[in-house]
């Protein structure tokens, strides 16, 4: 296999990554509003991916970082083109981290209802916009001869790429509740695993629709079976949270997205990012790529360590595989106990 | 405003405002690392209590870091994006060797290091937060192999064929002699920006506080030690680095010290104001020979100036490189920045140094000092290493200029051509807004736990019975 196309694959297992595991804190950030009852219940939800989101959110900055360094001019073309949906990514991913780790630090309603609006829309707006950005990459933007993004801002807001804004965010919504069927106990748990049959089947019909519309215009063979197999994850995992499964409810929306991600970079093959324009230049592996001596210099490094990046990350969540209920939420918080000047 | 400017403001705001928080975060992890090893060593509860109390301060520190590293990440690409196609075959790959390495190792280390407490045998526990301290060397590693590259491109070749730099030598970008300065200079400072920290936190605690005074000034001493150390180590990597940066990059040398006209020996100015156009000077106080010794490693070596700089470099690249930046013609950076953050950069740290003797020699052979003034030395002491971190880096960067890579690639031709002055001005004035509410809420914060001084230990957190995993009890750590 060529270097190019060994990097392009490792790129959308980092994109992968990123969506599977940070999809579910995203989902369970914005349902706290909703499934959250009280404060404790509130406290339960964000202790299920303390310990975890920050891990999560770095699959996004490696990707990046992987961009940057095996396709220089996907990354160019990328994030300069997309800039203003990317800033809206930057912002809410800012707050919704500081969110995280300062909301126990300070004992006011005020103080936490103002972390909890960051949290949501913190969670919401990315949910969303990743959608929309690959719905965009997939279809094809305007790029000019000089690889150099040409559309503006309402260029990208297209029914077909804020579909795909509703499928990313639509599954995450399904599998921050599938994560939290299975990490929390109590009312909430069947709070959660309720919600999340329901979330489950209005994400089902509304990737099906994407996956489809993605199929019908870009698609080939292959991503065809990744696309059907991951509808079949999708309702594999309906089948078992109704069947009160929430493990296996819980891997179907992770395979189902995994397999989703998979296919619309299956379906962008070999381009990375296709003009629409007749005179413009689509992005390729070969075009966009760096040189053969950095692709392999990088390929060494990550033949190392990403089999160690996945073993201690799987470790984090054995560690942490405890189900959390409100029985479990010290009352005062170490974090503010004895801190109330 | 044009979009370079603008594209510059924010690089240069984002990554100040960042790098306020890194140095603390590496020197800082190191600090709690030891104290928690401590406890585990000696079993005096005085270490725990250290270690929780600075732990906190640490990840009130740490959050902020984290989240405005993301906007480093991605501004090359959204700022800067001809230059992300003419470098990111070089610069791209030590960027995701960074994250691979180092984020993933202090991400998820952090997260089980914060909840872990008796989830977690203590040894491991201790362990995660030493991992997570070699992970922001790491990071710290390559980051600044890809800055160096910018200050000294090496291990690369220019390609006409696709008109940008490619890489041919990963060890070479990686081992360039001006990261091997820069590395040890900038983590000694951060070791001194966490000593200063810990030592001004805990002086004013012995100060004002009736209670675990004994603790305090144990801590005090220990924060002033290491900043001291710190401090000589500082002292030399930036010697070095000086000599380094004469060598490679001595119109920046020139520009550090207003030097206009090349000198054999050279003085080291004290004070010199400069015509604005930086073509000569009007006044100078001076040290005959030291800038020679300081450049070169002889008093009698001979430093070139900026106007003879000026002419080679004209000969060199052409006429007028970077069009309209700096000092009415090409090759020279703004004189009275450079200058000022150069002896910016050496005065806080300097001062700073100079508390943390202070700091030694009050709290001596168990003298418990009340001065009142020392109230203010603390309150100032854990500012001083941030601020010549800050001086530092304008230092550097500006002295650069014109030039985004030494030689290759001037800063205003690497900006995006596609992005709007409309789009860049946006996001300069929201990350702005954001980055100041939220330095505020941190500040407020750290403030609020400082005062709040040691937490009281309870049984759990000194024998440390690990829970089962279906254990009903709450537990011992949650948000």
Sequence with gaps: ?341 | MDLTDIARWQFGITTVYHFLFVPLTIGLSAAVAGMETAWLRTHNEQWLKLTKFFGKLFLINFALGVVTGIVQEFQFGMNWSSYSRFVGDVFGAPLAVEGLLAFFLESTFLGLWIFGWQRLPGKLHAACIWIVHIGTLLSAYFILAANSWMQHPVGYQYNPKTGRAEMHDFWAVMFNKVQLVTFPHTIIASYLTGGAFIAGVAIWHVVTKKTDRELYRKAARLGATIALIASVGIVFSGDISGKVMTEVQPMKMAAAEALYNTEKPAGFSWFTIGTPNGQSEKVAIKTPGLLSFLATGSFNGQVRGINQLRTEYQKKYGVDPGAKYYSGDGYVPMIPVTYWSFRLMMGFGGVGALISIAILWLTRKGRMPDGRWLKWAAISLPLLPLLANSFGWIFTEMGRQPWAVFGLMTTSNAVSPGVTVFEALLSLILLTLVYGVLAVIEVGLMLKYIRAGVPELTDADTTNVRPPADDDRPLAFAY
């Design chain 1, 1 to 341: 296999m060529e270097l190019t196309t060994v990097w392009f694959t490792l790129i959308a297992v980092l994109w992968i990554g990123y969506f599977t595991l940070e999809g579910f804190d995203f989902g369970v950030g914005i349902l706290m509003p909703f499934l959250a009852k009280d404060e404790r219940e509130r406290r339960v939800m964000i202790n299920t991916i303390g310990p975890v989101w920050d891990g999560n959110e770095v699959w996004l900055l490696v990707a990046g970082g992987a961009t940057f360094a095996a396709f220089p001019q996907w990354y160019a073309t990328l994030f300069s083109g997309f800039y203003l949906p990317l800033l809206l990514i930057l912002l809410a991913l800012i707050v919704r981290g500081v969110a995280f780790e300062y909301r126990a630090k300070h004992d006011s309603v005020v103080w936490r209802r103002g972390w909890d609006l960051a949290i949501f829309w913190g969670s919401l707006l990315p949910a969303l916009l990743w959608g929309v950005a690959f719905g965009n990459i997939v279809r094809g933007v305007p790029i000019d001869a000089h690889m150099q993004y040409t559309g503006g801002f309402w260029h990208l807001l297209n029914p077909y790429s804020l579909l795909g804004g509703l499928t990313t965010l639509s599954l995450f919504l399904a599998h921050g509740a599938m994560f939290l069927a299975l990490k929390t106990d109590g009312p909430i748990r069947l709070r959660a695993r309720a919600l999340a049959l329901r979330l489950g089947l209005v994400a089902a019909v509304i990737t099906v629709a994407f996956l489809l519309w993605t199929q019908v215009k870009h698609g080939s063979v292959s991503s065809a079976l990744l696309f059907v197999a991951a509808a079949v994850a999708l309702v594999g995992g309906l089948l078992a949270i109704l069947r009160e499964r929430e493990g296996w409810g819980f891997a179907g929306t992770f395979v189902a997205i995994g397999l989703g991600v998979a296919g619309l970079f299956t379906a962008l093959f070999p381009n990375v990012m296709p003009t629409t324009l007749s005179n413009g230049i689509s992005l390729t592996t070969t075009n966009a790529s760096a040189t053969h001596y950095t692709l392999t210099v990088m390929t060494i490094v990550a033949i190392i360590f990403t089999p160690l990046v996945l073993v201690y990350q799987a470790w984090t969540y054995w560690v942490f595989r405890q189900r959390i209920a409100v029985h479990h939420i010290p009352d005062a918080t170490p974090e503010y106990e004895g801190v109330t000047r």
